[in-house]
């Protein structure tokens, strides 16, 4: 059964850079072509996608922070990450790993990770 | 980007009650809809993508049916386990996005 499970600092400074990883287990992240995303939640915002990598590394971002967000695959390792630069209060949330899946160009995001708060503050 | 809204925001239902959200799309969506269910201090779990199509494992009394800017998911009798907050989600343009969900709470 697949299963993710992020992993990160929970507390980061404004300004700085924000780094979780997401380790993949129970199957490979390259099996099926697969997809793998981000999405994080907080009070003001409600649930947000922030962006999905396919295991060949190619990247698709939300838009509003596409400036600051870098997703990667590590197939050696069986992990995928992410990076938020310029971290400001507003980026405090419950991040969630997740793999996308699709039926043709329909997809969804099963299963999650437990999530892992991630609060910004000096 | 695509505004998600969802109605109620939330309902008080008793066991073994029909219950029926409703989300709607600012613009068309096909059926590029998803529901999800999340409980407290858990990650969301999908029920339904497509629209209607139901999640392996997910049980028959869920539902889900729509196309273009209106969705329902109906829980046909409600169980205990059902009492939590259900999210839509569209994927039919970036970026994609959620509605603000809507909580079933126990009457």
């Known amino acids: 059964q697949l299963q993710l499970q992020e992993s990160g600092p929970g507390l980061v400074k404004p300004s700085e850079t924000l780094s979780l990883t997401c380790t993949v287990s129970g199957g490979s992240i390259s099996d099926n072509n697969n997809y793998w995303g981000w999405i994080r939640q907080s009070p003001g915002k409600g649930l947000e996608w922030i962006g999905t990598?396919?295991?060949?590394?190619?990247?698709y971002y939300n838009p509003s922070l596409e400036s600051r967000v870098t997703i990667s695959v590590d197939t050696f390792k069986n992990q995928f990450s992410l990076k938020l630069t310029s971290v400001t209060a507003a980026d405090t949330a419950v991040y969630y790993c997740?793999?996308?899946?699709?039926?043709?160009?329909?997809?969804?995001?099963?299963?999650w990770g437990q999530g892992t708060l991630v609060t910004v503050s000096s | 980007d695509i505004q998600m809204t969802q109605s109620p925001s939330s309902l008080s239902a008793s066991i073994g009650d029909r219950v029926t959200i409703t989300c709607r799309a600012s613009q068309t969506i096909s059926s590029f809809l998803n529901w999800y269910q999340q409980k407290p201090g858990k990650a969301p779990k999908l029920l339904i993508y497509a629209a209607s199509i139901l999640q392996t494992g997910v049980p028959s009394r869920f539902s889900g049916s729509g196309s273009g800017t209106d969705f329902t998911l109906s829980i046909s009798s409600l169980q205990p386990e059902d009492f939590a907050i259900y999210y839509c989600q569209q994927t039919y343009i970036i970026p994609h996005t959620f509605g603000p969900g809507t909580k079933v709470d126990f009457k």
């Open positions: 997740a793999r996308r899946g699709q039926m043709a160009t329909i997809d969804w995001f099963d299963p």
């Open positions: 990598v396919y295991y060949s590394g190619s990247t």
